[in-house]
């Protein structure tokens, strides 16, 4: 299969850089998945697409600080995304990172970031370096940490948009440290939206999946069937393997809140004895042909062309539809991308 297949043509402007104005103010476009049928509706017209039976499935994960910017002893700019640990303990030393700026650098390259964190460049691994930081993980997030936005959401230096980004980019009901990218289709979620939610009978239950380099790494080969995810470390905690257990007993949906759900339910699902409370590492990669086992709907964002979580959304609906879907979208000024709107793929 040919990842061209996965192209459309996206406008530089209609990639929100921003979000909306409050979390649930997002537009929702609703595919009906057996007709291709689309609706225009607001994000909380979500509450008339849920039925009391169903159980919606969220990822807690906490995003991290983890934008390091500094210099080299050269003077030269230096960027350092930090994405998960590579030693074990509570406060690891030790990352795997993504480094800007390293075209010059050697292992045992000193960096230096604001703030008077420093780490060491130690050796390179494909497309990662295992950095350390001198003063700990937390030390250096909390002196010199940014927000770790997209490449597509720009900001200057002073964008007094930073502060923002502190709140939004990260979820109401994140709790568990670990991501390197925000679990963006959950930033449309208000507390009082899911108070709603669960006032009209809508369960809720909460995974884990630390989002790094296997959700948001591009596809770079012709074939997409050539693509290697990145691994990604999830937890499903027993109280989740209860929730979706009573949600099939009763008949309802099992409704994914993003692409990082729906990943860790099929991951599970796949294996012998289904969806239960387990922890793991999933490096699946669900492209068109993929069989579902595990999730009936599915809340997500627009995103961007040949990416791995457009080819989710295909495998999910259709490619053709869901093609469709986002050219209409675009006709009718949705906004794309983390800060975007949102889409509701459901069965008829």
């Known amino acids: 299969m040919k990842a061209a297949a996965f192209d459309y043509e996206l406008p530089p402007e209609r990639i929100a850089q921003e979000p909306a104005a409050r979390r649930d103010a997002s537009r929702l476009l609703v595919l009906d998945r057996d007709t291709g049928r689309i609706l225009h509706r607001s994000f909380p017209d979500l509450l008339d697409e849920l039925r ?9 994960t906490e ?6 910017v500094g210099e080299k002893p050269t003077g030269g700019r230096v960027e350092v995304l930090l ?7 509570a406060a690891p030393t030790v990352w795997r990172a993504l480094v800007d700026g390293s075209k010059s650098l050697r292992p045992g390259t000193r960096l ?3 703030g008077g964190i420093e780490a060491v460049a130690r050796a390179r691994e494909g497309d990662t370096w295992s950095v350390e930081l001198i003063q700990g993980p937390r030390a250096a997030m909390d002196a010199a940490g940014e927000m770790p936005l997209p490449p597509y959401v720009r900001r ?16 109401v009901y994140a709790k568990a440290p670990g991501a390197s990218a925000a679990p963006t289709a959950g930033l449309h979620f208000t507390e009082e939206l899911l ?9 809720t239950a909460c995974l884990t999946l630390h989002v790094g380099l296997g959700t948001f790494l591009p596809v770079r080969e012709d074939e997409v069937e050539a ?3 990145h691994e990604e470390a999830f937890a499903i905690p027993p109280e989740a393997a209860s929730a979706i257990a009573d949600c099939r007993a009763r008949g309802g949906r ?5 692409t990082t759900v729906t990943r860790v339910l099929e991951t599970v699902a796949a294996e012998p004895g289904g969806i239960r409370a387990t922890r793991g590492r999933t490096r699946l990669f669900i492209y068109p042909g993929f069989r579902f086992r595990a999730v009936d709907a599915l809340v997500t964002n627009f995103h961007l062309p040949r990416s791995t979580l457009l080819m989710l959304v295909c495998a999910f609906a259709g490619r053709e539809p869901v093609l469709a879907a986002y050219a209409e979208a675009l006709r009718e000024g949705y906004r794309f991308a983390s800060y975007g709107d949102a889409m509701f793929v459901r069965a008829a």
């Open 52 to 60: 009391p039976a169903d159980l919606l499935v969220l990822n807690d």
């Open 63 to 68: 995003v991290l600080p983890a934008r390091l």
């Open 83 to 89: 994405v998960e640990p590579l030693d074990p303990g």
């Open 112 to 114: 230096r970031f604001r």
């Open 156 to 171: 200057e230096r002073d964008d007094p948009r930073r502060a923002l980004d502190r709140e939004r980019y990260q979820t």
């Open 195 to 203: 108070a709603r939610l669960g006032e009209r009978g809508v369960a």
């Open 227 to 229: 693509h290697v995810m």
């Open 254 to 258: 099992v409704v994914a809140v993003g």
